[in-house]
């Protein structure tokens, strides 16, 4: 990367459209999201188990050309929602369950960035040369080779 002195320098994105989808320079398309989930370091063995084979199971899904990054931001949570019912036993029971929950009370925020690379012409006749014949191979190889050479 050539160093001119101008921002575009150290910005490694191309251009951003109107719903926010980056378009790097190296060719890869990328989109960010943020949600709110469930804070996956309170799962016992078995939700964790569970929730994971889910993600798993989508993620095998995807195609070739995705690279997933997963990021986590966890909040200390100040807010407590407080029962407004008059009964003096609830009420009781309530102030307990703040004192325990107030110190570890979090809101956990997700962020999911999807970048998409299509894959390069030899790339992709690479991938497709395990089903060819034989002939096909070599006139691939060949065609691959030349225009190795050629560039």
Same mark, same amino acid.
Request: glycine share 2%; aromatic share 14%; charged share 25%.
């Given at each position: 990367?050539?160093?001119? +002195?101008?921002?575009? @320098?150290?910005? /490694? ?13 190296? +060719?890869?398309?990328? *989109? /960010? ?14 939700? +964790?188990?569970? #929730? ?11 195609? *070739?050309?995705? %690279? ?11 807010? #407590? %929602? ?6 003096? !036993?609830?009420? *009781? ?5 703040? @004192?325990? !929950? ?8 997700? #962020? !999911? ?9 030899? /790339? ?13 191979? %070599?006139?691939?190889?060949?065609? %691959?080779?030349? @225009?190795?050479?050629?560039?």
């Amino acid at each position: 990367m050539a160093n001119t +002195g101008y921002i575009s @320098d150290l910005v /490694t994105w191309f251009t951003m459209s109107e719903n926010a989808v980056v378009s790097n320079n190296n +060719g890869t398309i990328q *989109k /960010t999201f943020k949600f709110s989930a469930k804070d996956t370091t309170t799962f016992t063995e078995d939700n +964790g188990v569970h #929730y994971f084979e889910a993600i798993n199971n989508v993620l095998k899904r995807l195609k *070739k050309g995705y %690279i997933l990054h997963w990021e986590m931001a966890k909040h200390h949570d100040e807010d #407590y %929602i407080q029962t407004t019912n008059a009964n003096a !036993l609830q009420a *009781k029971f309530d102030e307990t369950r703040k @004192d325990r !929950l107030q110190p570890n009370l979090y809101r956990i925020e997700y #962020y !999911l960035t999807i970048i998409y690379r299509q894959p390069t012409q030899t /790339t992709a006749k690479l991938s497709n040369i395990f089903y060819d014949s034989d002939e096909t191979v %070599i006139q691939t190889i060949k065609s %691959i080779w030349s @225009d190795f050479w050629s560039h």
